[in-house]
Structures are given as C-alpha cells and as structure tokens.
C-alpha cells in the first residue's frame, strides 16, 4: 500500500509565476489536509478537503491560494503569483476519516523555492 | 489559541545516551497529544500518541506521559541509536469551539536530533 505521494518534491518558480502542488492520499483515504512548515517554524494548518468539498479552509491566505481535491485525481494546492514569502515546505496529508481522532498520514512535503 | 512549546535543538548525543525532549501545550478543550518523527527526506510519521490524561504512549522505545496538571508531554528514550537521528516534533488536536476542529494539528517547532556512534 503506497504511502502519500506528492509531487514535484523540489519546485522553483520567480516571482509572479503561479505553483501547483499534487497530493494523493492513500488508497482508501478520502480526507486531505495541507500544511505549510515556514523556516524555522512548525507545520501551520492551511485547509482540509474531502472529495469536492473544502470542509476548512480558515488557515488558508485570503489571497492567491487556493485548493481542490477533485472527484478523480490528486488534490492540488495552488498558489497564483507567487512571492518570496511563499518559499516553505508543503505537506499534505490524509486520513482515512473523520472521528473524534484519525491518524493523518503524511507524505514527503513539496519544497517551494521562489526567486 | 493553541500552541506547541518544545525545546529548541539541535540536540546532540552519543549512541546508548539517555534522550528527553521537552514539550509543553496550551490549549482550549480536551486536546490529543502526539509525536511525529521526520527522518531526512522523508514525511513525518506518527511516533506515539495519548489521547488522555496520564496515557502513557510508547513506540520503538520512546515513551511520553500526557500530564495535565503541568501541561506536558515529554518525550524519552532510554538508549539512542544512531537510527534515532531524526527531526521529532510534538503535536495536538483540540476540539475547537462547539467541539469540531480536532482535526487540525498544532505542531511545536521541532527538534532535531543527532546521535553520534
């Protein structure tokens, strides 16, 4: 059973290009979290998604992010005209649903490099 | 709101040493308590959880002790290995306002860890 997967794992973008970040969660994984790690901090809570749904979006940036975890295929974070603040990690993670606890499994994180 | 206070690394050991890794929370409600570990080119990975007070969680040899009254969970490891040489970060989830939201991780900042032979 694959563990998440998230692609590219190094990205580079100058500044005011836009970055798109896949996730896909594990088999049977219908709930996917992603969260930012700025340097030197820890990982900040950004949205949570089920299929077609933003269930929570509130540590999301009101501006130029924005996310999607389609009917078929990756969930994706995008971040439209991108600035040097945006360089960080970014880790998605999944689970397989919703109770009172449910582990979140984690995949590699995306590092975002902006110029 | 919530936060995750854990000590600031690098920490630095010899193989066999004993390993503690201070953590202390703030949060609203009942939170979860958690330690992930992250190993170089890797996601993180759930190491050890406690979901009340005075669980003790354990795996691999680390132990941690959810404390209430101190606002607590330190991480310990008796004997280090070399294998150990990680980034470990302390984590909760609390239920927010009307008892939803336990699913947001708060994580503390990370320590990392080296342990030499």
């Known amino acids: 059973n694959a563990g998440v997967m998230q692609n590219p794992r190094h990205l580079v973008r100058r500044r005011g290009q836009e970055a798109r970040l896949r996730c896909s969660p594990m088999?049977?994984?219908?709930?996917v979290y992603w969260y930012r790690q700025l340097p030197e901090e820890g990982l900040k809570f950004m949205v949570y998604?089920?299929?077609?749904?933003?269930?929570?979006e509130s540590g999301m940036p009101k501006e130029r992010f924005s996310a999607e975890f389609p009917k078929e295929g990756p969930s994706i974070l995008r971040i439209q005209q991108v600035v040097r603040g945006d360089s960080a990690a970014y880790f998605c993670?999944?689970?397989?649903?919703?109770?009172?606890?449910?582990?979140?499994?984690f995949g590699p994180g995306t590092r975002l490099t902006v110029l | 709101g919530d936060s995750v206070t854990q000590m600031e690394g690098p920490v630095t050991l010899s193989e066999e040493a004993f390993l503690t890794i201070n953590c202390t929370y703030t949060?609203?409600?009942?939170?979860?308590l958690f330690w992930y570990v992250q190993y170089p080119g890797e996601g993180l990975q759930l190491l050890l959880k406690?979901?009340?007070?005075?669980d003790k969680g354990s795996n691999k040899g680390f132990e941690a002790t959810y404390r209430k009254e101190t606002t607590s969970f330190h991480l310990e490891k008796g004997s280090v290995q070399v294998s150990d040489s990680a980034v470990y970060f302390c984590?909760?989830?609390?239920?927010?306002?009307?008892?939803?939201?336990?699913?947001?991780?708060?994580f503390g900042k990370g320590t990392l860890l080296t342990v030499n032979p």
């Open positions: 088999k049977g994984h219908s709930h």
């Open positions: 984590a909760l989830s609390a239920p927010g306002i009307g008892g939803g939201s336990n699913y947001k991780l708060t």
């Open positions: 406690a979901t009340k007070a005075d």
């Open positions: 993670a999944s689970s397989p649903g919703h109770s009172s606890y449910n582990e979140q499994f």
């Open positions: 998604l089920q299929k077609e749904n933003i269930i929570d």
């Open positions: 949060a609203t409600g009942y939170p979860s």
